[in-house]
């Protein structure tokens, strides 16, 4: 009796823990994708400065979709046309599950949005995940 009393007291502290580590880990995925897009974004618009992406006049300098980053664009200055390529697949937001296609569900901010309310335009500027939950440190995921 008191071996089963002694599982139980074991078993509720340790359920809570394992959620928040489960959580933690999930955080540091979000994170990462969220770098690893960045970071792409960045590098596109860094190649399309250097002129090694064709613009139109008008246009931001950032990728038109997050597809854009994975299939590759023509380099301008490549006299055989290479395709530069900015990510190997697109991250799938860990708080989030994908669409049943199989698509990542990122949410959008164009350039010319505000921060402090993205809205998806003719480009990407940056992305933010759906997801209405807060974080362990107690900032929404939409805000990282």
């Given amino acids: 009796m008191i071996t089963l009393a002694i ?20 955080e540091r995925e979000l994170r990462a994708a969220l770098a690893d897009i960045r970071e792409a974004l960045d590098a596109y618009k860094r190649a399309s400065e250097q002129g090694r ?4 006049i008008g246009e931001s300098g950032y990728p038109p979709s997050l597809e854009q980053l994975v299939m590759g664009v023509e380099d301008e200055r490549s006299p055989t ?19 049943p ?27 933010y995940s759906r997801s209405d939950k807060i974080g362990l440190n107690g900032v929404p995921y939409r805000e990282w």
């Fill in 101 to 127: 296609n199989g698509k990542p569900v990122w949410g959008l901010r164009s350039y010319e949005s505000p921060p402090n309310n993205p809205a998806e335009g003719e480009d990407v500027f940056d992305v």
């Fill in 53 to 56: 992406i064709t613009l139109r």
């Fill in 81 to 99: 046309r290479q395709k530069m390529y900015f990510l190997r697949r697109l991250p799938v937001d860990p708080m989030l599950p994908p669409l």
């Fill in 7 to 26: 599982m139980a007291v074991l078993v509720t502290v340790a359920v809570p823990l394992l959620q928040v580590n489960i959580q933690r880990q999930r």
